[in-house]
């Protein structure tokens, strides 16, 4: 069926006219919140009747709220994945999103949710870089451009307006990729209440009638299916400009009490919300398992000539050498509790075979080396000062990406991609004659890992032997080689 025959997606045409009680304010509309908060809390509206609409802000100039603010809000998420090796599809209506707001345009419009009654909940996507305190922005009738001073000023507009009420208070949630998030959020905030001295009152309110939870998100979310759209519409009986696609795996873990869990009831839903005192475990397991299998396997799967992660875990080769490396070496170096680790990292692989996520082992291949220093490096340390011996398959795996930096392999280049200064370096290390230099110096460079690794025993010469093996042998010959003669 043709697209300009399907009816418009709109609240009139779906028959979904009746808006929501804005209880949510979200920073972001990108496709992350949308497949992952907006989901979450369309959950607990059809199964806690939660009545919770969301009103959603712009954070930059360039966005979408318009285009969702055409199809009335609405939009269609595809959660895509396997069970018991068959392919699923869920489809749903999101339909919770009752407001769009592009504060570049009507900063006022944005001002005003601050004096909705109803209001409950700040969530904020707006990556790594949003959380900034930017000294040039002022308070004043105009947007400003970090993402902290829209919020500082919309925090004080709310004050204000309730005058100091301490009831009115929000639940700051944000859900950007750093460590510690809302403790960085909300000093930035004071930083602001400071530069545009908006009075100790309201830094007492802030820090005392609002509250603020780290968290930790995990969802793989493709986005639109921009070169497949015609077969995801022909599922659908209205046309949507912005439909987005996700994987079924959902993780949120958020620090907090149970005052928070009865503010926000997802044990009621399936959804796996933990509200934690502490979310540190979580967030060690999920860079250790999930980001450090990533890591380690990447240089060593493209060299082996894999070209996506399902290629990696469907191959009998390197699927064997990632299940070694993360049952046998990765795991028994976290302090959770054991089956919980399992199921986790079960869980993680059933991900990698996803054919519905194309995931290019060239991308994650960006910034191999600080992405090995955090994610990798770690599990390398406690495994040796647990067994006194090094873990071979991430020692390998070290290895490859060591001489993934030379930027070729078996006539082809390499997609190397990193900081112009590591490149460089990792470039002159590689001008030496011998492979142990290049080791050597790789392994003392204090700025790649904040230590010199050749005082860890026996790596450095691991590191060599394996490097010398797959130049011999190629990857899989060299991979046996390697764990035959170190065994």
């Known amino acids: 069926m043709e697209s300009t025959t399907k009816i418009k997606l709109s609240r009139e045409n779906y028959g979904t006219a009746e808006k929501l009680p804005i209880k949510v304010l979200q920073f972001g509309e990108g496709n992350f919140l949308r497949a992952f908060v907006d989901y979450a809390f369309y959950k607990l509206n059809k199964e806690v009747d939660f009545n919770a609409g969301i009103a959603l802000v712009q954070p930059l100039e360039g966005g979408m709220v318009h285009m969702i603010d055409e199809q009335d809000g609405l939009y269609t ?56 305190f930017v000294d040039s922005d002022i308070m004043s009738a105009e947007s400003p451009k970090s993402f902290p001073a ?88 209205y046309q949507d400009d912005i439909l987005v696609t996700a994987e079924p795996f959902f993780l949120w873990v958020i620090e907090g009490g149970d005052d928070l869990k009865e503010k926000l009831p997802f044990h009621k839903t399936d959804l796996d919300v933990k509200i934690v005192a502490d ?72 991900r990698f075979r996803n054919p519905f996520i194309k995931h290019q082992l060239s991308d994650i291949a960006l910034n191999s080396i600080p992405k090995f220093k955090v994610r990798v490096l770690p599990t390398i340390l406690d495994y040796i000062n647990e067994n006194k011996k090094l873990p071979l398959n991430l020692v390998f795996g070290f290895a490859a990406m060591v001489r993934f930096y030379k930027g070729n392999w078996e006539q082809k280049n390499l997609p190397v991609k990193d900081s112009p200064e590591i490149v460089e370096a990792m470039k ?60």
């Open 150 to 237: 829209k919020l500082a000023h919309f925090l004080f507009e709310r004050f204000r307006f309730f005058n100091g009420d301490p009831t009115r208070g929000l639940t700051v949630i944000p859900c950007e990729l750093i460590n510690h998030n809302a403790d960085t959020l909300k000093s930035v905030l004071l930083q602001y209440a400071d530069l545009w001295d908006l009075g100790e009152e309201f830094k007492i309110w802030l820090t005392t009638a609002c509250s603020f939870h780290n968290t930790l998100v995990d969802r793989i979310v493709p986005g639109y299916p921009r070169h497949e759209i015609e077969q995801y519409n022909d599922k659908l009986e």
């Open 428 to 487: 002159k290390y590689w001008a030496a004659d011998d492979v142990k230099e290049t080791v050597t110096q790789t392994l003392a460079d204090l700025s790649f890992w904040e230590q010199d690794l050749n005082r860890i025993e026996g790596l450095a010469a691991a590191l060599t032997l394996a490097i010398r093996e797959m130049e011999s042998h190629g990857i899989e010959k060299g991979y046996a080689n390697f764990i035959q003669q170190l065994s």
């Open 279 to 350: 979310m540190q475990p979580y967030r060690t397991r999920k860079v250790r398992i999930l980001n450090g299998i990533h890591t380690a396997m990447v240089p060593f799967s493209l060299m082996y000539g894999n070209e996506t992660v399902q290629q990696s875990i469907d191959n009998e080769f390197t699927a064997e050498f990632i299940k070694k490396l993360a049952y046998e070496e990765i795991v028994p170096t976290l302090d959770m509790d054991r089956k919980e680790l399992l199921e986790f990292t079960d869980e993680v692989l059933d």
């Open 77 to 132: 998420l595809f959660l895509n994945g396997i069970k018991n090796d068959k392919k699923i599809q869920d489809i749903h209506l999101i339909d919770n999103v009752v407001k769009c707001i592009n504060p570049y345009q009507d900063f006022q419009d944005f001002l005003s949710v601050a004096k909705v009654e109803s209001l409950e909940f700040i969530l904020s996507n707006t990556t790594e870089a949003g959380i900034e």
